[in-house]
């Protein structure tokens, strides 16, 4: 071998090692090198010296199978490390891959367009060069093996590091670092397919939840059960979110308690983290700890008692407000709901906000027309899940105070609407949208309460999870916030005695899981049925 051929070998393998050992840049979609190493690379060679003894001729095509094995596996490392990096847990291909349209049309419809072509290319470009580079390592790979010294040095030192990974793994204490191997990802996803094939994992849920309550402490009053998209305990741990928001907050407790309400708070872990809300709606709703689709999907598949079916049993008209659903939902039976108000049925006519163009202050207004003016009536029990504080946040629309003109075609001036839409998130640090998304949810049900302060309502204000690791930060427990506005005593004492404290801020331990927090409102709301 040549001097070329040499820098050649060496350059190969240095490009297929960091290729599977680079990890994220949090909270980014970058990535950072590191000195680690990679066992895959190491198996792999040793694999092609066991070929190249046994007198297998390596061609081209042999070539084209690594590099596209070798992309598979890049592309596996890059979706672990990132979605950890912005999500805060472990991607699930099997779960998780039937989304991805969805959220790349919905970052592409609030996305500065620059980034957005960047993006673009990228993923069509990246895929290309990596082929390219990986073809061209493994055919520098194939020539050394003509050349004894290039062939004896580099087995011994693939032989030395399949050894110091054995040594490590049964607990020697070594100076080098070896990463992950993405392989074992692949074959947890395998496993979690036969496992559901098999059907062991409908054997593996939980038994059914017994909910029983005559609602006799709520009777007559609607009942909101709200959850706030990504509104997580970070942004009452943070001192800098803290600061942002205390004026809001101060005026939304204002709203409260001078329409004649109360509000109690508690911290809840959620059964998710920075995304897939509706882990934490259904283990709420069914008070089933359901953690994964698998789970949701599941439980979805039996008869199961559901809090939508307790107050429907005690003469509640029930009715789901689902502004972010855009097809149809037959999960909604599972549920029990009379009634479910998605995208269309809204029927939202003003100006697009984000990927779903309605915001939350339209949809209240709208369910308020529809189901809440009436005084002739059945008291309503409403789910709502909002959609204006999802990730990226902005544009936030701007908060509109009479609330007869958000259900028109012009809801807002255009100096403000314009303000709005010029807001295009930063992904590097999306804190400040946080922020706003928030102040204008404390904004909108404050509002709410001002405009029917004549009317007895009793609203559970719940976090569905935190929102993605690029704002919560590294680490961030899995906690929401849960507050209680009502302007019944006995609800709220009852509460109390659960461990709910008075007022926004809340509990500094959390009181509960979601899924066990059911039996408390349950219980704050009247006795057992039984």
């Known amino acids: 071998m040549n001097m070329l051929q040499w820098i050649g070998l060496g350059a190969s393998l240095v490009l297929l090692n960091i290729s599977l050992t680079f990890t994220n840049i949090w909270p980014t979609l970058g990535i950072r090198l590191t000195p680690d190493l990679s066992v895959e690379l190491a198996v792999i060679l040793l694999a092609i010296f066991v070929a190249h003894w046994w007198k297998v001729t390596l061609t081209a095509a042999h070539e084209r199978w690594l590099a596209v094995g070798w992309l598979l596996l890049v592309l596996g490392r890059y979706g672990d490390v990132t979605a950890r990096s912005l999500y805060g847990r472990d991607i699930n291909l099997f779960w998780d891959v039937r989304h991805m349209p969805n959220v790349g049309a919905m970052f592409a419809a609030v996305a500065d367009p620059l980034l957005l072509f960047l993006v673009i290319g990228g993923v069509v470009v990246v895929p290309l060069v990596g082929f390219a580079v990986s073809r061209w390592a493994f055919r520098s790979i194939f020539l050394s093996l003509d ?59 939980a038994p059914p939840t017994k909910l029983s309550s005559d609602l006799s402490l709520v009777t007559g009053a609607d009942v909101f059960l709200v959850f706030l998209e990504s509104y997580g305990t970070v942004s009452w741990d943070q001192p800098e979110f803290v600061a942002e928001l205390s004026n809001s907050r101060d005026l939304f407790v204002r709203d409260i308690t001078e329409t004649g309400r109360s509000v109690v708070s508690a911290r809840v872990e959620s059964t998710t983290f920075g995304g897939e809300s509706w882990l934490a709606h259904i283990s709420l709703l069914s008070g089933t700890e359901v953690r994964d689709p698998g789970t949701n999907k599941r439980l979805m598949a039996q008869d199961r008692d559901t809090l939508v079916k307790v107050f429907g049993r005690n003469g509640y008209r029930t009715v789901a407000v689902m502004p972010g659903l855009q097809r149809g939902w037959p999960q909604g039976k599972f549920y029990g709901f009379d009634d479910i108000y998605d995208h269309s049925r809204l029927d939202y006519q003003g100006p697009p906000f984000g990927w779903w163009d309605l915001n939350d202050q339209f949809a209240l207004a709208r369910l308020d027309q529809l189901e809440v003016a009436s005084h002739e009536r059945r008291p309503v029990f409403v789910f709502f899940s909002t959609v204006t504080s999802h990730a990226p946040f902005v544009p936030t629309p701007p908060y509109q105070p009479d609330w007869k003109r958000v259900l028109s075609g012009r809801p807002y001036d255009e100096k403000s609407l314009d303000r709005a839409w010029s807001d295009y998130p930063d992904w590097l640090n999306l804190g400040p949208s946080y922020i706003k998304a928030l102040r204008y949810a404390y904004e909108t049900i404050g509002g709410y309460f001002r405009l029917r302060q004549d009317r007895d309502i009793i609203m559970i204000l719940a976090g569905d999870h935190q929102p993605p690791s690029l704002v919560s930060g590294e680490g961030a427990s899995w906690d929401v916030p849960v507050h209680v506005v009502a302007s019944r005593p006995e609800v709220l004492e009852r509460l109390r005695r659960h461990a709910f404290v008075d007022g926004l801020a809340p509990t500094s331990e959390k009181i509960a899981r979601m899924d066990t927090l059911l039996p408390m409102l349950l219980d704050a709301f009247g006795e057992s049925d039984s």
């Open 147 to 205: 050349d004894m010294w290039a062939r004896s040095g580099l087995f011994l030192v693939v032989v030395a590091v399949l050894v110091l990974r054995v040594g490590q793994g049964v607990g020697a204490s070594l100076p080098l670092r070896f990463s992950d191997t993405v392989s074992q990802a692949y074959v947890r996803e395998l496993s979690e397919l036969a496992y559901e094939m098999s059907g062991a994992g409908l054997k593996s849920l």
